[in-house]
């Protein structure tokens, strides 16, 4: 059942998604798009977790049906938000600095990286695995999440390269086309990757 709980953590996850996107848009507002979005910014944080609160309880009802659409629409929430604190972080950081390139680039993205981690680890394990009364030692528990995610990050990476750059772009499809449909293919298999690593090494049943 939708629990008050996943509600609560629905609009919490959407609040955090749309705030998450002001530094990015920030850093990016010499874009037409970038601009039009913060004009409507404001709107943001009113609608958007009204709307993954509604997209998640449209997963829970199909989930009681089949099990696992719900634990993957939780997942799949959770990856957004991941991948908004790590841009959300690393946008704030040049933000902040105005720095953009040089040493520092690498400091920064890796501390975007370390917080994202963090975000990912505490989400799926509390709401998507719904794993607080594991017993499981937590360095332990923490040490194969990371695994776990570096390796999904390979094969994303992985992945893609080889769709780009090994295999080749078919004739008619422009490169920028092609570029994204690599990264498609390798979001997809990494993060099947790390939902199954996760379910079933990281939080499993005991």
């Known amino acids: 059942?939708?629990?008050?709980?996943?509600?609560?953590?629905?609009?919490?996850?959407?609040?955090?998604?749309?705030?998450?996107?002001?530094?990015?848009?920030?850093?990016?507002?010499?874009?037409?798009?970038?601009?039009?979005?913060?004009?409507?910014?404001?709107?943001?944080?009113?609608?958007?977790?009204?709307?993954?609160?509604?997209?998640?309880?449209m997963a829970n009802l199909i989930g009681r049906k089949i099990k696992l659409v719900w634990q993957i629409g939780k997942f799949g929430a959770v990856g957004v938000l991941n991948t908004l604190v790590d841009w959300g972080v690393l946008n704030l950081l040049i933000f902040l600095t105005s720095v953009a390139s040089g040493y520092l680039y690498p400091v920064f993205k890796a501390i975007s990286f370390v917080v994202a981690l963090l975000n990912s680890y505490v989400w799926n394990k509390f709401w998507t695995f719904d794993r607080q009364e594991q017993q499981q030692k937590v360095g332990r528990e923490f040490l194969q999440f990371t695994i776990i995610s570096l390796i999904g990050f390979a094969v994303n990476v992985g992945t893609a390269t080889l769709i780009?750059?090994?295999?080749?772009?078919?004739?008619?499809?422009?490169?920028?086309?092609?570029?994204?449909?690599?990264?498609?293919?390798?979001?997809?298999l990494g993060m099947t990757w790390n939902f199954l690593g996760y379910k079933l090494v990281v939080f499993k049943n005991k």
């Open 164 to 188: 780009v750059n090994v295999l080749g772009r078919p004739a008619g499809v422009s490169a920028n086309l092609w570029a994204n449909a690599g990264a498609l293919a390798g979001s997809i």
């Open 1 to 57: 059942m939708f629990s008050k709980k996943d509600g609560l953590f629905s609009l919490v996850l959407g609040e955090m998604v749309a705030w998450l996107m002001l530094p990015i848009l920030k850093n990016l507002k010499s874009s037409a798009l970038a601009d039009n979005l913060l004009v409507y910014f404001w709107l943001w944080p009113a609608f958007l977790p009204l709307i993954v609160l509604a997209g998640l309880f």
